[in-house]
């Protein structure tokens, strides 16, 4: 069963920073993707950053040199991280943390199947 939580959601002004981790844990398919998605009132959910399981990272064109994505292992299970540089209101939203085959692209969450519950970023 693979359970994937989310930390490090908060509120900042523009031009801060904050930086967000995924447990992964039971996640055994160290081929798939994970990514980040955001998902603001009113808008659909979009792909931010994923990393494939060769570790070759993809962006969304908004946030390519603000954001970047990692990952790391400790014995079965996987962390991933987003660091979040100089973010603007526009980076407001409820971000995911996923993990699946990517086979709709890599920032398409219709390749996802299993997402954490999600953690809030407010930047005002």
């Known amino acids: 069963h693979v359970q994937l939580v989310e930390s490090g959601g908060g509120s900042v002004q523009p031009g801060g920073s904050l930086r967000l981790s995924c447990a992964a844990s039971?996640?055994?398919?160290?081929?798939?993707?994970m990514g980040w998605f955001r998902q603001a009132p009113g808008k659909e959910r979009e792909g931010v950053a994923a990393?494939?399981?060769?570790?070759?990272?993809?962006?969304a064109d908004p946030v390519k040199g603000r954001f970047t994505i990692s990952k790391s292992k400790d014995n079965a299970d996987n962390t991933l991280s987003l660091r979040m540089t100089s973010l603007q209101p526009e980076d407001t939203a409820m971000y995911y943390c996923?993990?699946?085959?990517?086979?709709?692209?890599?920032?398409?969450?219709?390749?996802?199947?299993?997402w954490g519950p999600g953690t809030q970023v407010t930047v005002s």
């Open positions: 996923a993990a699946g085959k990517g086979t709709d692209g890599p920032l398409h969450p219709g390749g996802y199947d299993d």
């Open positions: 039971g996640y055994t398919y160290s081929s798939y993707c």
């Open positions: 990393i494939d399981g060769d570790g070759s990272t993809h962006y």
